[in-house]
């Protein structure tokens, strides 16, 4: 549910002219106004919709408002739901007081005035919106939360496999021909050859030491910043997949931003691109990075196979870990993430904002746009 999405309000009076008139009343609202013309019609209304606000008439003639009030709040679904009770009979501090019991929120009198009753039922009804919100915030996080346990335990067993498999074969060969060395007789020039193959053993052993460390966080991000790191990334992935990969800046002399801004910007661009060499059977790809004066756009661009529809437009409940770590990135410092095919192709855009850094202060200034 988004801020401005309507909500339901469910009228519940026996007599059509007083729904009318409410219906009057509420309109300026512009939220949806359901009637019903007593308890039983009032309870399969409950039923069908999810309803913010319940505006009853007490005095019914199969069941008073009270009555079902108490019924609507048995029920767990509608514990919550915000019930305004209107009376033009019963109005003593007793009435009041039963009404209350039954988890009305409030006790209107007839003639009802109507700036009154828009301003409560207002209230209520953005105070549903506003808890619907948090809920789907809450079960967004819930699940974005389970798929990150997913994707650490996932990059761990790849580096668990990229240590045992390259780098611990490496050393284990380098210490058996040390230990040849040492036990056995060798010609010098044996022994300058066993030697030799040692320190090659040991050069890889560096690389894939080397790799891992830059893949997990590249120090030339910290040291030099975002061009070069993208630089070194591309160029160790296009030797690696063979997909020809360019990458276009613009200011040409593109200044260092704020870390977490440039973090951020390096791990969309690194996900999108992995998609690229997973998914896509491209053949090339093209990163453009444009800073602006509110905001940046980094844009991945691919000749591949696409992306399915829902994909695109972030429908699918399933959405690969990939896309919902990248959207999350961009969200989290106020920006976002679009997906669109581009036949042929993918376009991967991010869009994140720099005066967001701005706005603490001289000291987040200076942080927000360096060099």
Known sequence: MTIHEKVNVLMVDDQPSKLTSYEAILSELNENLIRASGGKEALEMLLKHDVAVILMDVSMPEMDGFEIAEIIHQHPRFQKTAIIFISAVHLT???????????AVDYL?????????????????????????????????????????????????????????????????AKIMLQGISRFQHTPDSSEEAIENVARLLDDALRQVRSLSYLLHPPLLDEIGLRSALGWYVDGLSKRSGI???????????????????????????????NVFRHAQANEACI????????????????????????VAMRNENLGVGIAGMKQRAKELGGELRLRNAAPGTIVEAVIPIINKMAQGPAALQNAVRG
């Open 109 to 173: 009198s007839v003639p009802v005035s109507p700036e009154l009753l828009r301003a409560k039922v207002s209230v209520f009804a953005d105070l549903h919106r506003k808890s619907q919100q948090l809920e789907a915030l809450n079960q967004e996080l819930h699940r974005l939360s389970g798929r990150l346990i997913a994707t650490q335990d996932e990059e761990r067993r790849r580096i668990a496999r990229e240590l045992h498999d390259g780098l611990g074969q490496d050393l284990t060969a």
């Open 244 to 274: 020809k990969t360019t990458i276009s800046m613009d200011p040409a002399d593109f200044p260092r931003l704020a870390p977490e801004l440039e973090t951020a910007l390096f791990r969309i661009i690194q996900e999108a691109l992995t």
């Open 93 to 103: 501090d007793l009435d009041r007081l039963k009404g209350y019991q039954r988890g």
């Open 288 to 311: 453009t990075l444009v800073k602006r004066d509110r905001d940046v756009v980094a844009t991945v661009r691919d000749d591949g196979l696409g992306f399915p529809d829902e994909d």
